[in-house]
Structure formats: structure tokens, C-alpha cells
């Protein structure tokens, strides 16, 4: 895969203006061996999710789940299962969600402590992999029982 160099300027623009350029590496493509290294126990991964319908995907999930910060609006799903402030970073609006992230930035005890409240909401309120599969494989043997009838 390629890098998207212009988008990758925008976005290197954009963390130097927020004097954080120092902290935003760009990697590149990474194989899938390596990407499982950099998700254990990661410092910092901001997964910025900023769809109108629903802002509760597998990859807020995962990135809760290896304790990573996760950013976003707060405007639906995520604020279901996080707090603002307390295990994720839910935003009026993206400037509001962007000031909050460069403040974590710059305090590395603040960034911490999100990142075990995280960590802790997944931990209390996502099912393991194992159980949501066979919760999916539930439903749909109950739905495939009902159509045979």
C-alpha cells in the first residue's frame, strides 16, 4: 500500500499547529504481525470516529480495549458504553474533541489515567471475542430456525 502523501501533509500540518507534530509518527504500511506489536498496550492511539448515525464501531471497541484513547463526538453509541472525560474523549464538536486531545497531549498523568478508565469500560461492559461470537451465532440460529418453520 502507498501513503497518501498530501493527506498525510494536512494531517502533519494540522498536529504541527497544534504543537504536536513531535508526536504524531506516520508509519506507513505496516504488516500484520508488526500492527499487533503497536496495538499492545499502546500510549497513545486516537481513533476519531465523526459519523452522524453512530459512532460505535469495532474500532472504537478494539481501541478501547487495549487502552488506547479514543476520541470522538458525543454524539451517539460510544457515550453508551464510555464516559466523557473519564474513558474517552467525547466532543461537543471536533474542535471541542481536538482542544481535549492536544490538553491529554500535554499531560501525560491526565492521558494515563484515560487510557485505564478505557481500558476498565471495556473490560466491564464489551463481551470477549469468543462470547459475542457465539452471542451472533445465536441469533442467527434463531433466526434461521424461524424461517424454516
Not at 509518527?25 to 499492545?40: H, I, K, N, Q
Request: hydrophobic share 50%.
Amino acid at each position: 500500500a502507498t501513503i497518501d502523501e498530501p493527506y498525510v501533509a494536512s494531517i502533519m500540518a494540522q498536529a504541527g499547529e497544534a504543537g504536536l507534530a513531535d508526536r504524531v509518527p506516520v508509519l506507513g504500511s505496516v504488516a500484520p504481525e508488526r500492527l499487533a506489536a503497536l496495538r499492545t498496550h499502546p500510549r497513545c492511539l486516537c481513533v476519531a470516529s465523526f459519523y452522524e448515525f453512530s459512532n460505535l464501531g469495532n474500532v472504537a471497541i478494539e481501541a478501547l480495549a487495549d487502552a488506547a484513547l479514543v476520541v470522538s463526538l458525543a454524539n451517539s453509541g460510544l457515550e453508551n458504553l464510555v464516559r466523557a472525560g473519564e474513558s474517552a474523549v467525547l466532543g461537543r464538536d471536533v474542535a471541542d474533541a481536538a482542544e481535549e486531545l492536544a490538553r491529554l497531549m500535554r499531560d501525560p498523568t491526565a492521558a494515563a489515567a484515560m487510557r485505564a478508565g478505557a481500558a476498565r469500560a471495556a473490560a466491564e461492559k464489551v463481551p470477549s471475542w469468543p462470547d459475542r461470537i457465539a452471542w451472533e451465532m445465536g441469533l442467527i440460529e434463531r433466526a434461521a430456525a424461524r424461517q424454516r418453520r
